[in-house]
C-alpha cells in the first residue's frame, strides 16, 4: 500500500513562527497536494506539485509556500503562522491520473496560538 | 469541475445496507465517479470508482445508471465502524485538484 506520512500529528505554534509541515510518500508519485481542513468549509486546495521543484497555487495559498526538492517529499511553510491558520493538514499524492486514486495521510492538527 | 449533490447526513442501525445516491447532472464524458471515505481526525481515504454500471469491491459498491446524472454508493451490512463522512467527487481521467463537497455523515448506531 503506498503510504503518505505527515511528520506531526499535532503541533502548537505561537502567532509569529515560521511553521514547517513535512509529507513524505513512498511510492514515487509524480502528484503531491497540501489542503487545509475547516468545519464548514470542507477541504481547500492550498498547493500542489506535479514534479520536482514544480508548484502550483491552489484555491488559498495566501500565507502558505511549499518546497518539493525531492519527489519523494512535499514541505508546507507557513512563513508567519497566524491564528486563522488554525486547522487540519492534509497531504495527498497521486500517480499522475483520477483512475488511480489519491492517497491522503492522515493529517497534521495545526494550532496557532 | 462537475458539482456533486449528496444527502448531508444518514442514520443506519448495525447490520443494515445503506445506500448514499449522489446527483452530478453536470457530469462530462470523461469523468470518473470517486467516492472516499473519512474518520474523524483522518485524511481521507478511497473507496471505490466508477465510470458506467456497477462496481464492486470489498467494501463497498457503485451503481451508476446509463445517463451518469447520478450514482449510489452501497455499503452493505455497515457496523459501526462504517460511522464516517462519505465525500463523491466527479473528476476526469487526468491529475489535478479535487474537488470535495460537504459530503455525507453517515452514523451507525447497535
Known amino acids: 500500500d503506498v503510504k503518505v506520512t505527515q511528520s506531526s500529528r499535532y503541533l502548537v505554534k505561537r502567532t509569529g513562527e515560521k511553521v514547517f509541515l513535512e509529507c513524505v510518500q513512498d511510492?514515487?508519485?509524480?502528484?503531491m497536494f497540501w489542503y487545509r481542513q475547516d468545519p464548514g468549509l470542507g477541504l481547500r486546495l492550498i498547493y500542489f506539485?506535479?514534479?520536482?521543484?514544480?508548484?502550483e497555487k491552489g484555491d488559498i495559498p495566501e500565507g502558505y509556500s511549499v518546497s518539493r526538492e525531492k519527489k519523494e517529499r512535499f514541505s508546507l511553510i507557513l512563513e508567519s503562522a497566524s491564528t486563522n491558520q488554525t486547522s487540519m493538514y492534509l497531504c495527498?499524492?497521486?500517480?499522475?491520473?483520477?483512475?488511480?486514486?489519491?492517497?491522503f495521510g492522515s493529517g497534521t492538527r495545526l494550532t496557532v496560538v | 469541475l462537475a458539482k456533486t449533490t449528496q444527502p448531508i447526513s444518514m442514520d443506519s442501525y448495525e447490520g443494515q445496507e445503506v445506500n448514499i445516491t449522489c446527483s452530478h447532472n453536470?457530469?462530462?464524458?470523461?469523468?470518473?465517479i470517486t467516492w472516499y471515505q473519512q474518520f474523524p481526525s483522518q485524511g481521507p481515504r478511497f473507496i471505490i470508482q466508477?465510470?458506467?454500471t456497477k462496481v464492486t469491491n470489498e467494501v463497498a459498491s457503485l451503481f451508476i445508471p446509463a445517463d451518469r446524472k447520478s450514482s449510489t454508493l452501497s455499503l452493505p451490512r455497515v457496523s459501526l465502524s462504517d460511522t464516517a463522512v462519505y465525500y463523491c467527487?466527479?473528476?476526469?481521467?487526468?491529475?489535478?485538484?479535487?474537488?470535495f463537497g460537504a459530503g455525507t455523515q453517515v452514523v451507525v448506531t447497535p
Open positions: 511510492m514515487d508519485h509524480e502528484n
Open positions: 506539485s506535479y514534479d520536482v521543484k514544480m508548484k
Open positions: 466508477g465510470y458506467k
Open positions: 467527487l466527479v473528476e476526469p481521467d487526468s491529475w489535478g485538484k479535487l474537488q
Open positions: 453536470n457530469i462530462a464524458t470523461n469523468d470518473y
Open positions: 495527498a499524492s497521486n500517480p499522475g491520473g483520477t483512475v488511480y486514486g489519491y492517497t
